[in-house]
């Protein structure tokens, strides 16, 4: 035991984030139930030229979700545990957005630290819905530094958009539905920007045969990268349709998360992510180019011959922002 004759509070390391397990998730998805919709699992899509015999394609449509993706999942989990009434955050957006639909409801405060590139119609949704937003150059390293700032100046709770223990258990859920709806699926396929989602799907895949396959942009692999480095490997900013897929590194913790459940990453092309969310369209789902990355995935690895999953992670399109905020700014 560390004395106070052997060291000072200022030498103490912080301790390591705490690793959540799929017993998390579970008691999140009590905690949220009340905020978030059980969303559906919809019939799939034959790829062009790659259909396989026997192979059968389920969408996760969380395009569908309350606020238009997963992210109201760890949002919701993390606000309700910690009670916090004064939040701040970091997003590409959805993750802002989740949380200002959360507060308004809750009559809590939010800020939320946009980096360069966000797209302007998530921002003003964000404000549309009571939030305050902040602006800073960069990517999204120099985002959430100014949030965690923002948060330690103010005195409000910061909430990662990914990495977070309780925002990781929110984001699992998903996968528990998924399971719980197919339970003889083979493959699910997770989009991975910041790791929350793909390691909440990990979390809630313990002790399951499932296969579990996360889907990077081409351009952003950082868990790619970090994996075959043995450690998280930190990116330059990069450029991609995918908007909410941005991520510079892997968290602390998703990170050792993936490292120790995920069964395979696969890369996609820009091309690749707007065909998928074109072959969306044409069947009726709405979903945004990050919301199209994991069936861009699952197109690229067509493999198999039992029944796989793609989750659909979000329907916040232009159109559909611009009409949200209408609304809400309608007198």
Same mark, same amino acid.
């Given at each position: 035991?560390?004395?106070?004759?052997?060291?000072?509070?200022?030498?103490?390391?912080?301790?390591?984030?705490?690793?959540?397990?799929?017993?998390?998730?579970?008691?999140?998805?009590?905690?949220?139930?009340?905020?978030?919709?059980?969303?559906?699992?919809?019939?799939?899509?034959?790829?062009?030229?790659?259909?396989?015999?026997?192979?059968?394609?389920?969408?996760?449509?969380?395009?569908?979700?309350?606020?238009?993706?997963?992210?109201?999942?760890?949002?919701?989990?993390?606000?309700?545990?910690?009670?916090?009434?004064?939040?701040?955050?970091?997003?590409?957006?959805?993750?802002?957005?989740?949380?200002?639909?959360?507060?308004?409801?809750?009559?809590?405060?939010?800020?939320?630290?946009?980096?360069?590139?966000?797209?302007?119609?998530?921002?003003?949704?964000?404000?549309?819905?009571?939030?305050?937003?902040?602006?800073?150059?960069?990517?999204?390293?120099?985002?959430? +530094?100014? %949030? !965690?700032? =923002?948060?330690?100046?103010? @005195?409000?709770?910061?909430? /990662? &958009?990914?990495?977070?223990? #309780?925002?990781?258990?929110?984001?699992?859920?998903?996968?528990?539905?998924?399971?719980?709806?197919?339970?003889?699926?083979?493959?699910?396929?997770?989009?991975?920007?910041?790791?929350?989602?793909?390691?909440?799907?990990?979390?809630?895949?313990?002790?399951?045969?499932?296969?579990?396959?996360?889907?990077?942009?081409?351009?952003?692999?950082?868990?790619?990268?970090?994996?075959?480095?043995?450690?998280?490997?930190?990116?330059?900013?990069?450029?991609?349709?995918?908007?909410?897929?941005?991520?510079?590194?892997?968290?602390?913790?998703?990170?050792?998360?993936?490292?120790?459940?995920?069964?395979?990453?696969?890369?996609?092309?820009?091309?690749?992510? +707007?065909? %998928? !969310?074109? =072959?969306?369209?044409?069947? @009726?789902?709405?979903?945004? /180019? &990050?919301?199209?990355?994991? #069936?861009?995935?699952?197109?690229?690895?067509?493999?198999?011959?039992?029944?796989?999953?793609?989750?659909?992670?979000?329907?916040?399109?232009?159109?559909?922002?611009?009409?949200?905020?209408?609304?809400?700014?309608?007198?």
């Amino acid at each position: 035991m560390t004395t106070a004759a052997t060291t000072t509070a200022s030498a103490t390391p912080p301790a390591p984030p705490a690793t959540p397990g799929r017993a998390d998730v579970e008691a999140a998805a009590a905690r949220i139930a009340g905020h978030v919709r059980r969303t559906p699992l919809l019939p799939g899509l034959p790829a062009t030229g790659r259909r396989r015999a026997g192979w059968r394609l389920l969408l996760k449509a969380e395009h569908l979700q309350y606020g238009g993706s997963f992210k109201l999942r760890g949002a919701a989990n993390a606000v309700l545990a910690l009670g916090a009434r004064r939040i701040v955050a970091g997003s590409s957006g959805n993750h802002g957005i989740a949380l200002a639909r959360l507060a308004a409801s809750l009559g809590a405060e939010v800020t939320v630290v946009l980096a360069g590139g966000a797209h302007p119609a998530k921002a003003a949704l964000i404000q549309a819905l009571g939030g305050r937003t902040v602006g800073v150059p960069g990517g999204v390293a120099e985002r959430d +530094l100014r %949030a !965690a700032e =923002l948060a330690a100046e103010t @005195g409000a709770v910061l909430v /990662p &958009s990914s990495d977070h223990e #309780l925002v990781v258990a929110g984001q699992g859920t998903v996968g528990l539905e998924i399971l719980a709806d197919a339970p003889d699926a083979d493959t699910v396929y997770v989009p991975v920007g910041g790791g929350g989602l793909l390691a909440g799907v990990c979390l809630a895949a313990d002790g399951h045969p499932v296969r579990v396959v996360g889907v990077e942009p081409a351009c952003t692999p950082r868990y790619a990268r970090s994996l075959a480095a043995g450690r998280p490997v930190r990116l330059a900013p990069g450029s991609t349709v995918a908007d909410g897929l941005r991520g510079q590194q892997p968290g602390a913790v998703p990170y050792p998360i993936v490292r120790d459940r995920v069964d395979d990453l696969i890369a996609v092309s820009d091309a690749e992510v +707007l065909a %998928a !969310a074109a =072959l969306l369209r044409r069947r @009726g789902f709405e979903a945004e /180019p &990050s919301g199209a990355v994991a #069936l861009a995935g699952a197109i690229r690895a067509g493999r198999g011959t039992g029944r796989s999953v793609a989750v659909v992670s979000g329907g916040n399109t232009t159109a559909a922002l611009t009409a949200a905020a209408a609304a809400l700014t309608r007198p």
